[in-house]
């Protein structure tokens, strides 16, 4: 297969870019600031159209992850730039894609598993799921995710493209041993004794193994009947307790130091990030992947931690 993946110089892109590579199909990745990699990179700005087109137009599957990082401030100029690089790279691509002769059978686009409001009482699929917006006591950065999240997928399905089904998918966090990545954030705390409880550790921590995430995707790719929305996550959240207790665990410690709710908002504020990305609960299942057979190599956190670390200390 020829795969694209616009945006795709990220830590999921690079999974996702590294995982076909591996398996003989060619990848092309549009970049903002290309650099050299095992797979071919093509600059692009997300705003204008311009040479990628070629490749899109020669390609059997778009994988769309282009956006601002998260990991900042939420200041009033970095939600400015989430929020734009995310809509207005939906909308090139969907006035590209529409006017193909040639277009991908697949685009699978973005989205997040925060979309969904802070549920601590049930789970949230993508049947009945709630999703979130202006819950009372909500932070106002907890609502800005939320509206970034549904205006992204409103500017991906706005649009007809006859020839290319679409999927969005609703991820939770993606954990590979990769330096820089979500994984080794958390490790981090672990390894410098500051591994305990995150706020009340009753909120829930949804996450997805890389392994799972890329054949997720090549499920999507194979299986006709899913377009519209898909939760990527295991089938077992837990709460952030029990999450911080297994890695601990699973790097070898037992003790990890608790951090308060205030130290939480505290040292994000010093970190330049935002709490949210730890204090919310998100208790998201992936109804749609098991309804049609999914069988996860990591449904359990324990043995996906202890997976991440043995790969980590060799990485």
């Not at 549920?119 to 006591?137: I, V």
């Not at 979500?182 to 591994?195: C, E, I, K, P, W």
């Not at 995150?198 to 790719?221: K, M, N, P, Y």
């Amino acid at each position: 297969m020829k795969i694209v993946l616009p945006g795709g110089s990220g830590q999921v892109g690079h999974i996702l870019a590294r995982h076909f590579h591996a398996r003989g199909h060619a990848v092309t990745v549009f970049s903002r600031n290309p650099r050299s990699a095992p797979w071919r990179v093509v600059p692009w700005d997300g705003l204008m159209p311009g040479g990628w087109i070629a490749d899109l137009e020669q390609s059997d599957v778009c994988i769309n992850l282009a956006g601002r990082s998260v990991n900042c401030r939420y200041t009033a100029a970095n939600r400015r730039s989430i929020f734009e690089s995310r809509i207005r790279s939906t909308r090139l691509l969907n006035e590209v894609v529409a006017s193909l002769r040639r277009a991908p059978r697949l685009w699978v686009n973005a989205s997040t598993a925060t979309i969904y409001r802070h549920a601590l009482d049930r789970a949230m699929n993508e049947t009945d799921g709630e999703l979130g917006g202006n819950e009372p006591g909500a932070p106002d950065t907890w609502n800005f995710s939320i509206d970034v999240a549904k205006g992204w997928e409103e500017a991906f399905f706005s649009t007809a493209t006859p020839l290319t089904r679409k999927v969005a998918i609703r991820s939770a966090m993606t954990f590979s041993p990769d330096r820089g990545g979500v994984f080794d954030a958390f490790l981090g705390l672990v390894r410098h004794g500051l591994g305990g409880r995150q706020g009340r550790g009753t909120q829930f921590v949804s996450w997805i193994h890389e392994a799972d995430f890329c054949r997720a995707v090549e499920l999507l790719i194979a299986r006709e009947e899913f377009d519209g929305v898909v939760n990527f996550a295991s089938p077992n959240p837990l709460p952030n307790g029990d999450f911080m207790r297994a890695l601990r665990e699973a790097w070898g410690i037992h003790i990890g130091l608790p951090t308060a709710g205030w130290m939480m908002e505290a040292g994000a504020w010093l970190m330049r990030t935002e709490s949210e990305l730890v204090l919310k609960s998100r208790r998201v299942v992936p109804g749609r992947l098991l309804a049609a057979g999914f069988q996860f190599l990591f449904p359990e956190w324990p043995a996906a931690a202890r997976d991440l670390v043995a790969r980590w200390r060799v990485g």
